[in-house]
């Protein structure tokens, strides 16, 4: 088993509940979360929106590769209303990105670990500080904590969702499902 890194976001609908169904996709599809951060709201990067993001970091482990991984979380995104319009930054219903997997490092066409702006974002560096301190980046050779002191990335994160309350809703949500 392997320990990898998620981060997901939304800012588009019931942005709580596509965190929500995406963890539990997750879940079903890939591996066992083992641990979650508390749900931050944070300003979109690189665009102009309305609305801001929920953002939450996961840590699954899993036996799939990174490339059965990507595959199967655009599969999920498609499933949970992602409209993938083209333009490299925009509003979604979900987006889930691949921070880290184990040490191992990839860079393909499609898919690189690790993700290669996560040091440049507050909205996973915060997420990422509540549940991996200590964590280091196989490339930067600098804890998440040491990264998150050195950010430049002047944004604000507000606390939404607290880590017990958010797996209270999956599990209202599970509960309801099979009701």
Known sequence: MVKVYFSTGSNQGDRLNSLVEAAKLIEKQIGTISDLSPVVESEPMGFEAEINFFNQVLLVETKLSPQQIIKTLLEIELK????????????????IDILFYDEIQVAD???????????????VLQPLMAIAPGLIHPVLKKTISELSSLST????ITPVVTKNEFIECMNTITALNKG
């Open 109 to 123: 066409d499609n898919l690189i670990i690790p993700h290669p702006r996560l040091h440049e974002r507050n909205f």
């Open 153 to 156: 990335d002047a944004s604000g």
């Open 80 to 95: 949970l209303g992602r409209v993938r319009s083209g333009k490299s930054y925009s509003s979604r219903s979900i987006d």
